[in-house]
């Protein structure tokens, strides 16, 4: 199983600002996963992280409010811009389990983000 | 109607007791169904993974698919207070799609 570390765990932020978490995984994957989660609602998928690629979004999900960076096979990052209180959530990183399935997915502890 | 409904609880049970968590769903494609367990302030962690119809068992737990019915569940027997925490069900139709995740049970385990 991959051991994922993510970081910031919390922060508490200004609108207006941005914020970019931090995910790095040891071992190499090919994909690695950003979640939202939201209070009372189900883990929704912002976009898949490709090394070499741009990312993929979700409907309802843009880069430029959520850009993303897949720098090499480990590590990638997810930068929440212009926050809104609308944007407090739990932000997950996972990876797959080998490189044909994402249904096995291993998981970040997240980053709780409050937007005052 | 959402693709997958999960009752979001919370649900109390005493220590020992056998716990039934459901999750039903209306997309027939669905192939794979899972389980997770996520405690507070961590992110979800894989518990039980199933292709299809039939059971799955893993120690005290057991996952069991209804196709037919579009209902699956997953039984925790002789409960125990470290299994406190919030269960997600995910399905997939597979083919590197997306999953899809209820909005999770919340149980507490009391001694």
């Known amino acids: 199983s991959a051991v994922i570390s993510q970081k910031p765990s919390r922060d508490i932020c200004q609108r207006g600002t941005s914020l970019t978490i931090q995910c790095q995984v040891d071992?190499?994957?090919?994909?690695m996963f950003w979640y939202r989660q939201q209070p009372g609602q189900s883990l929704t998928l912002i976009a898949t992280?490709?090394?070499?690629?741009?990312?993929?979004?979700e409907s309802g999900f843009v880069i430029d409010k959520f850009p993303i960076s897949r720098p090499n096979l480990t590590f990638s990052t997810l930068t929440v811009s212009n926050m809104s209180p609308e944007d407090s959530s739990i932000y997950l990183c996972?990876?797959?389990?080998?490189?044909?399935?994402?249904?096995?997915?291993?998981f970040g502890s997240g980053t709780q983000l409050s937007v005052l | 109607q959402k693709e997958v409904e999960q009752d979001p609880g919370p649900l109390s049970v005493p220590e020992g007791a056998i716990v039934s968590l459901n999750c039903t769903y209306s997309?027939?494609?669905?192939?794979?169904f899972m389980w997770y367990r996520q405690y507070s302030r961590k992110g979800p962690e894989l518990l039980m993974y199933?292709?299809?119809?039939g059971n799955k068992e893993d120690g005290r737990f057991t996952a069991q698919v209804d196709k037919s019915s579009k209902y699956i569940s997953l039984f925790i027997r002789d409960s125990q207070p470290s299994d406190s925490a919030t269960y997600l069900c995910?399905?997939?139709?597979?083919?590197?799609?997306?999953?899809?995740f209820g909005t999770g049970t919340q149980l507490k385990v009391e001694l």
């Open positions: 071992s190499q994957v090919t994909m």
């Open positions: 992280a490709n090394q070499g690629s741009e990312a993929t979004y």
């Open positions: 997309n027939s494609a669905f192939q794979y």
């Open positions: 199933t292709y299809s119809s």
């Open positions: 996972s990876v797959g389990e080998g490189t044909s399935t994402n249904e096995k997915l291993f």
């Open positions: 995910a399905m997939s139709t597979g083919g590197g799609n997306k999953l899809t």
